[in-house]
Nanobody
Framework: QVQLVESGGGLVQAGGSLRLSCAAS????????MGWYRQAPGKQRELVAT???????NYGDSVKGRLTISRDNADNSISLQMNSLKPEDTAVYYC??????????????????WGTGTEVNVSS
């Protein structure tokens, strides 16, 4: 099994910063894309940022220039540096990984895994 565990959420004032982290563990052979998504109350889950294994990034329009995703392939982790936070960034943030799981490449599965989420609250 594979687990993705997020950390770093909390309460911050508008204009402040937070850093989220996500660590993947378990029977992992490799991880393709990883990313962050968020869901605000009453809204659908939306893309925040994704990053490929070789470091190519993609951001949602509402976060470009303020949030930065990074990745450490050695320990199967990603981070999200969030600056200039706005009240509309308030949401539960979920980590996602496209994981190649198994004990060896003779027998493996490609599965989407999600963390349980970490809450970010930005006060005005």
């Amino acid at each position: 099994q594979v687990q993705l565990v997020e950390s770093g959420g909390g309460l911050v004032q508008a204009g402040g910063s937070l850093r989220l982290s996500c660590a993947a563990s378990g029977k992992i052979l490799s991880i393709n894309d990883m990313g962050w998504y968020r869901q605000a109350p009453g809204k659908q889950r939306e893309l925040v940022a994704t990053i490929t294994k070789d470091g190519r990034t993609n951001y949602g329009d509402s976060v470009k220039g303020r949030l930065t995703i990074s990745r450490d392939n050695a320990d199967n982790s990603i981070s999200l540096q969030m600056n200039s936070l706005k009240p509309e960034d308030t949401a539960v943030y979920y980590c996602h990984g496209d994981v190649v799981s198994g004990t060896n490449y003779d027998s493996f599965s490609c599965i989407d895994y999600w963390g349980t989420g970490t809450e970010v609250n930005v006060s005005s």
